[in-house]
């Protein structure tokens, strides 16, 4: 392989995110011949653990990977796992892995480069992030790089936000932090540029001359799980929006960039946060209904409402649903609505963009057939296929004006198994772009600020007062799709 070889340091080892999804990854990717030749991945925690122990716990976290992990290809895989124990404020402990790193380069002849990721909560970001520079960990030269990766939130609300990146970049500069975004690495959506813009065909109507609205959805069926206590500070809006909704919003609406590089592409991004239109302080219920589940019934199961999960206060304000009508002012999109809808606990899992089309000029048909005539509608499907399809409108045949919806279809599965196509999941995606050094996949900072610029105040208003936040949120029963308010525009987005 000609991957650089290096050291992947996970802090948070001993954390679930490490045992299901990190080690699983780089497993895979291990498995596939996709990471360097050389490497070491340096596992960091508060508990104590010996090298071996720390293999054995990943081995032994979950019974259905006991017959993977028992496998020659995890003993080989394994062989390159270590631990070291540090407490999160102590420079020693830093001090003390440099030295571990140092020797393992010694030991196995991989070369200096760093990654070091962050699998922990967000108030460690800061201690961390201010401890690596001082143990000389986030040097890089010329030849040898140091990387950074989180994971949102990345903060609160634009001062937290700006106050983080303070933090991290006193070790470290722009170029060498990578900000996650899962959704990024979803295969459909990483299409969208690609349809747009290596097809001559699309990019000539995805205007307002041609397009109706733009729609947007994430909904899933689970509720907030065990995650009350970072859900309740962030509902949907923070959760949901500020990141992923965001992102698929911007590869919706951007020009194109002059070069698929991760640069240009985060350029155009940012001009289309810059050009969102504020909602409205004073009329916020024209462009947002916000929604939290009440209990109610999913796939026939009785599930309890959000204020009864564990954690949660039982008068608790914090929105589970949103649905947003948004604007963006530039000459691509003047006036065209975009709709942007995301929910817990909602009927089905699906997630998905809607790019709906304008009626014809002038319909020739009778009446009759008039009425059936329905607009050509793109939808890249993201969850639960992954696919592409463009609704037109076809002759049935026999009767003689009788006309039909037909689709043209593209379906990611399909493809699956031909030459060249590697199904990685987000982190195995993500990781590995890491160890390239390709920011495509992540968020820019100058993005990041810009999107809770747009938020804050909005969040600012909901939040302002409690008579203010409960005007604003409407209950719905769990399994339902979100609150009455919003149906109108779920039927927009419906399939
Ligand atoms: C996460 C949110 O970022 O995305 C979760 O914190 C949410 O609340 C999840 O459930 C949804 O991701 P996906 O890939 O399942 O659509």
Request: hydrophobic fraction near 40%; charge should be negative.
């Amino acid at each position: 392989s000609e991957l650089p070889s290096c050291s992947i340091v996970i802090f948070g080892a001993s954390g679930d995110l490490t045992a299901r999804k990190l080690i699983p990854a780089l497993a895979n990717l291990f498995a596939h011949g996709c990471l360097p030749e050389r490497f070491n991945i340096v596992g960091c925690g508060r508990s104590a653990m010996s090298h071996e122990e720390f293999r054995r716990h990943l081995a032994e976290f979950e019974p259905d990977r006991q017959a993977e992990t028992s496998s020659e290809g995890w003993q080989r895989f394994a062989a390159n796992l270590f631990y070291q124990q540090l407490s999160y404020d102590s420079p020693d402990s830093y001090r003390q892995l440099a030295e571990l790193l140092n020797q393992l380069d010694r030991q196995r002849g991989t070369a200096p480069n760093r990654m070091f990721y962050l699998s922990v909560p967000p108030a460690l970001y800061p201690v961390i992030a201010t401890q690596l520079g001082p143990a000389g960990l986030s040097n890089q030269d010329a030849a040898h790089w140091s990387r950074i990766v989180v994971e949102k939130p990345f903060g609160h609300d634009l001062a937290s936000a700006q106050a983080l990146d303070q933090t991290l970049h006193a070790g470290f500069s722009e170029e060498q932090i990578f900000r996650i975004d899962h959704y990024l690495a979803k295969e459909t959506v990483q299409n969208i540029l690609m349809l747009r813009f290596a097809n001559a065909i699309f990019e000539p109507l995805w205007n307002r001359n041609y397009v109706d609205y733009v729609g947007i959805i994430s909904a899933e069926k689970l509720g907030v799980e065990h995650r009350a206590g970072f859900y309740e500070q962030a509902g949907v809006l923070r959760d949901m929006f500020q990141n992923h909704m965001m992102q698929l919003l911007a590869l919706t609406a951007m020009e194109p960039p002059s070069r698929f590089k991760d640069i240009q592409v985060h350029d155009e991004k940012t001009k289309i946060f810059r050009a969102l239109k504020p909602l409205n302080r004073g009329r916020l219920s024209d462009n947002l209904v916000l929604g939290q589940y009440g209990p109610g019934t999913i796939d026939g199961r009785e599930v309890p409402g959000y204020r009864q999960e564990p954690g949660v206060a039982p008068d608790s304000l914090t929105p589970t649903f949103a649905a947003m009508k948004l604007g963006i002012d530039n000459w691509r999109w003047r006036g065209v609505p975009f709709y942007l809808v995301s929910g817990k606990r909602m009927p089905a899992k699906e997630s998905r963009i809607v790019i709906q089309f304008k009626e014809v000029p002038h319909s020739m048909f009778n009446h009759e057939t008039a009425a059936n005539l329905l607009a050509n509608r793109l939808v890249l499907e993201i969850y639960p296929e992954e696919k592409i399809t463009l609704n037109f409108q076809a002759k049935t045949p026999g009767s003689k004006e009788c006309l039909h919806r037909a689709e043209m279809g593209f379906n990611y599965e399909r493809r699956q198994g031909e030459r060249g196509a590697v199904n990685f999941d987000a982190y195995e995606m993500v990781l590995l772009d890491c160890i390239i050094g390709d920011h495509m996949l992540f968020w820019r900072q100058d993005g990041v600020e810009l999107s809770w610029s747009f938020l804050t105040p909005i969040l600012a208003e909901c939040e302002s007062c409690p008579e203010t936040a409960a005007k604003l949120l409407q209950t719905y029963p769990a399994g339902t799709p979100g609150p009455a308010e919003a149906h109108h525009w779920m039927q927009l987005l419906a399939n």
